[in-house]
């Protein structure tokens, strides 16, 4: 349950950096104000979004897009990693979290960032197998 809840922050951090390096994705705030508090349980509830939607959606795109990727040399996974970003930015908006994407291109940078940190988090967590 821990490893759940490491995973969990890694997703969220990797988020907000997205959230501070890409142009075209944010996090607005939510009615009059938004406090530390509740801009970290948003930030959570997202990773939340964007690891369910990675878990069930991901491998049915891949899985469907397979020849496109074999033909892109795995290029098209930045296309899928967008996708996946924008549905997470979709559902986000849907439950009025203030997360937002504002475009393709956005989403591509985006997954970008957070898979160079995710990445980054990979190295860094020790894997107990």
């Known amino acids: 349950m821990g490893r759940f809840f490491v995973h969990l922050f890694a997703t969220a951090v990797a988020l907000f950096v997205a959230t501070k390096v890409v142009p075209g994705v944010r996090m607005d705030p939510v009615g009059p ?34 020849l496109v990727n074999l033909l892109t040399l795995g290029l098209f996974t930045f296309v899928i990693n967008g996708v996946m970003l924008l549905i997470t930015s979709a559902i986000a908006q849907s439950f009025k979290l203030g997360f937002h994407v504002d475009g393709f291109l956005a989403a591509i940078e985006g997954a970008i960032v957070v898979g160079v940190m995710s990445f980054i988090f990979g190295f860094l967590i020790p894997d107990r197998r």
């Open 33 to 66: 104000a938004l406090t530390l508090g509740q801009y970290v349980v948003n930030l959570g509830l997202i990773a939340i979004i964007f690891g369910l939607v990675n878990a069930i959606i991901r491998p049915l795109i891949k899985a469907s897009t397979c």
